[in-house]
């Protein structure tokens, strides 16, 4: 796959634009970090974006999250390792990036109703925008991920 267009470069005011609103959900909405990490990382799997789950990845075990935790996002529902709160969280997130199928199902929001006051379910939901924002960027302009020094088997 070969890289479109570097988007920040073409439109750097959009850019900042995006880079403000992600900022404000990381620095200013007063989300927990692990549930802002499940939030850009579980959208970022469901979008396909190779370069958001790469860097979600990394920034999750940087500030660090466990292997354990990190692997099992995609398969949240089957394992016991996510709280109430993580879980109703992954719901919405999941509800809201595939919302043209979902339609923002009652009870993704009752979940969410049951841990969140009403301001922290709209902060909640703006970052789900926001990685849905970035994802459709990578996505679309086909953004590469760095490339890590290969594993090597044991």
């Given at each position: 796959m070969q890289p479109r267009f570097n988007f920040a470069n073409a439109a750097p005011d959009a850019y900042k634009a995006v880079a403000a609103l992600d900022s404000y959900v990381v620095k200013d909405a007063g989300i927990e970090p692990?549930?802002?990490?499940?939030i850009k990382l579980r959208a970022s799997?469901?979008?396909g974006c190779a370069y958001c789950v790469d860097m979600h990845v990394k920034e999750a075990r940087h500030t660090g999250l466990s292997e354990q935790w990190i692997n099992l996002v995609c398969v949240w529902r089957e394992s016991p390792i996510f709280d109430e709160r993580e879980r109703a969280v992954l719901g919405w997130t999941e509800a809201l990036t595939n919302i043209a199928q979902t339609g923002a199902p009652d009870d993704a929001y009752e979940a969410l109703k049951a841990h969140f006051t009403e301001e922290e379910m709209t902060k909640v939901t703006v970052a789900i925008g926001a990685i849905n924002v970035w994802n459709r960027l990578a996505v679309g302009f086909r953004s590469q991920h760095p490339i890590d020094a290969p594993a090597k088997a044991a």
């Open positions: 692990r549930l802002i990490h499940l799997q469901i979008n």
